[in-house]
């Protein structure tokens, strides 16, 4: 089992639907990721959070908010997605949050529809 | 441009036999490397890792090599077992002054394992 818990595991939603992706680490990580995974791709990096403040955005359309509540909590709120937006969003933390070297943990991501 | 490559999209490997993962790199500022496996559905999971003051890291099966000269890294798992059947992602993480940074992904290896 992930240490790291998304949910919901699947979201079929529409074009003007506000929703949100959550996921929660308990393992004290002080960094945590969103990623976006689109078919027999690589995980593309969106956003990253270091001791809860964004510290990356990878150019990612406003359409995607992020949110850090506290260390354990990430959220990424959707509104007005496009179907070229359909993936899975993969949730991530590591140790580390001020650029020293340690894995990151993945949890088992949110599979997203636009319709 | 792609930072991190994995020129192989697909391996088979006979059960019992050595299965041997490559990825080639351009960065010169990455300096730390991982190996993910993913399952369908499921998020990476962390395999092994690898600081670039080191040539060679061994977890288990599990052998990572490093040539820094050739900016090549291969994975090597022996003896291989059906349950390594997987898609295998080399990922790598720059030198850092501060703030946490995402991975940088290759396009993944899909390995597979005949008995």
């Known amino acids: 089992d992930t240490e790291v818990t998304q949910t919901p595991k699947h979201l079929v939603m529409g074009m003007t639907n506000k929703k949100s992706l959550k996921c929660e680490q308990h393992?004290?990580?002080?960094?945590m990721y969103w990623y976006k995974q689109k078919a027999k791709k690589p995980p593309e990096l969106m956003f990253v959070y270091s001791y809860e403040k964004l510290s990356i955005n990878e150019s990612v359309p406003s359409r995607f908010s992020p949110e850090c509540p506290n260390s354990s909590l990430l959220n990424l709120h959707l509104h007005a997605l496009q179907p070229e937006d359909s993936a899975l969003y993969l949730c991530?933390?590591?140790?580390?949050?001020?650029?020293?070297?340690?894995?990151?943990?993945f949890g088992n991501g949110t599979r997203l529809t636009v319709t | 441009d792609q930072q991190v490559k994995q020129n192989s999209p697909s391996l088979s490997v006979q059960e019992g036999r050595i299965s041997i993962l490559n990825c080639d790199y351009t960065?010169?500022?990455?300096?730390?490397f991982l190996w993910y496996k993913k399952y369908p559905a499921e998020g990476p999971t962390f395999l092994i890792s690898?600081?670039?003051?080191?040539d060679k890291n061994e977890d288990g099966r599990f052998t990572v090599f490093l040539n820094k000269s050739a900016k090549h890294l291969s994975l090597h798992i022996v003896p291989s077992q059906p349950g390594d059947s997987a898609v295998y992602f080399c990922a790598a993480l720059p030198y850092s002054g501060g703030g946490a940074d995402g991975l940088t992904f290759g396009k993944g290896t899909h390995l597979i394992i005949q008995p």
């Open positions: 690898i600081s670039s003051i080191k």
């Open positions: 960065n010169s500022m990455f300096d730390y």
């Open positions: 393992m004290g990580h002080r960094a």
């Open positions: 991530a933390s590591s140790q580390d949050g001020t650029g020293g070297h340690s894995p990151l943990h």
